[in-house]
């Protein structure tokens, strides 16, 4: 079976958990000091604060934005539920908008008509590691005052018009284990405001900016340094990956017939965190034909987020999303990571071209 992901794990990141684990400190120390650098340096920010999972990178952010109740937060239904489920988690509302069908990412001619008083922030999900539209959401954050918090999960060294993603506000990243790169389980902040990187840092660690004096209410969401030397070793990989899955991808897109395979339009740099077709026909049979044909697949969303129950019973039960609700019945995912051999590849394309 070609696996849709898989996690590379080399020499270099055994030595360094076993670094580590014989210096006797396992907590976050030096090597969560030292992604935060590098994770700052990659994003071209002042500040990059680490925690435990991008999930919580998102709550923290959130916090950190005095994001709460009574507060919008512009989203896209088409997204992984830890993008909504963290607007959630503050209290706030999480406001639907619908998507691009080309790019599967927020439709920002959409945006501003969900603008209303109580909106905060506009939550841009980079999907599959495809930069959003960030020229039309600045304009629109900047018109109204909002504020930015982007959702990189997906997307760790994509580019925008040449600036990375991670810095056009403030943004959270997921190092998990199948990400780009990855930590095991792990997020990371980043910014340049310094307000909201002292806000997250004390958020993540109880409110701590003193040892044991709480000027606040938080929370335990901090990395450890067994995950962050993990995720240092792949900071130097980062771009040999995202090369890897460029070509992958390239060489997918040329030669796949009969399906819809993935737009990138100019200066949108892609880092293929997936690689989404869609199909025409019954979506649930051509993934069991892949997967007799010994192709791993995945569908990134099946259920848009409004048509989950939790948000149904929240409410969103009238949302119609026509575009997210068609796409989640035609996209299929296909292998496009670093360690796909040209074998793969073909074998690829050959049964896609079959369907
Ligand atoms: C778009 C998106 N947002 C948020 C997350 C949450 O990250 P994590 O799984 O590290 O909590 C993910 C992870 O899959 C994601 O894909």
């Known amino acids: 079976m070609i696996p849709i992901s898989k996690p590379f794990i080399g020499k270099e990141e055994k030595a360094a958990v076993a670094a580590v684990l014989e210096s006797g400190m396992l907590a976050q120390g030096p090597r969560v000091a030292e992604l935060e650098q590098r994770f700052a340096e990659l994003c071209q920010t002042k500040h990059a604060v680490a925690t435990s999972s991008g999930t919580t990178a998102l709550n923290v952010a959130l916090l950190a934005h005095g994001i709460g109740p009574g507060d919008e937060v512009i989203t896209t239904p088409f997204t992984f539920i830890a993008s909504i489920n963290s607007i959630l988690y503050v209290g706030a509302r999480a406001v639907l908008v619908d998507i691009e069908e080309e790019t599967f990412n927020i439709d920002p001619a959409l945006i501003e008509a969900a603008v209303t008083p109580r909106t905060k922030a506009i939550m841009p999900v980079h999907l599959y590691g495809y930069p959003c539209d960030m020229d039309a959401i600045l304009d629109i954050a900047g018109r109204y005052g909002l504020d930015i918090i982007e959702d990189a999960a997906q997307a760790v060294g994509a580019k925008y018009k040449s600036q990375p993603i991670g810095s056009?506000?403030?943004?959270?990243?997921?190092?998990?284990?199948?990400?780009?790169?990855?930590?095991?389980?792990?997020?990371?902040?980043?910014?340049?405001?310094?307000?909201?990187?002292?806000?997250?840092?004390?958020?993540?660690?109880?409110?701590?900016?003193?040892?044991?004096?709480?000027?606040?209410?938080?929370?335990?969401?901090?990395?450890?340094?067994?995950?962050?030397?993990?995720?240092?070793?792949?900071?130097?990989?980062?771009?040999?990956?995202?090369?890897?899955?460029?070509?992958?991808?390239?060489?997918?897109?040329?030669?796949?017939?009969?399906?819809?395979?993935?737009?990138?339009?100019?200066?949108?740099?892609?880092?293929?965190?997936?690689?989404?077709?869609?199909?025409?026909?019954?979506?649930?049979?051509?993934?069991?034909?892949?997967?007799?044909?010994?192709?791993?697949?995945?569908?990134?969303?099946?259920v848009p987020a409004h048509k989950q129950i939790h948000l149904q019973e929240l409410g969103y039960g009238e949302v119609s999303l026509p575009v997210a609700e068609k796409l989640s019945d035609e996209v299929i995912s296909l292998p496009v990571h670093p360690l796909l051999s040209q074998a793969d590849l073909e074998k690829i394309v050959y049964e896609v071209n079959q369907l």
């Open 168 to 302: 056009f506000g403030t943004a959270c990243f997921s190092l998990y284990a199948t990400k780009n790169i990855m930590s095991g389980e792990g997020g990371m902040i980043t910014t340049n405001d310094d307000t909201v990187a002292e806000q997250a840092r004390m958020i993540r660690s109880h409110g701590m900016k003193r040892r044991y004096y709480h000027d606040m209410m938080g929370y335990n969401f901090r990395m450890s340094d067994l995950h962050a030397a993990i995720g240092v070793v792949q900071m130097d990989r980062l771009e040999e990956f995202s090369a890897r899955r460029c070509a992958n991808a390239a060489y997918l897109s040329a030669n796949l017939n009969g399906v819809t395979v993935p737009t990138v339009r100019e200066g949108y740099d892609h880092v293929w965190h997936q690689y989404t077709i869609r199909v025409s026909g019954d979506r649930d049979a051509a993934v069991q034909r892949l997967k007799e044909a010994g192709i791993g697949t995945g569908v990134f969303y099946p």
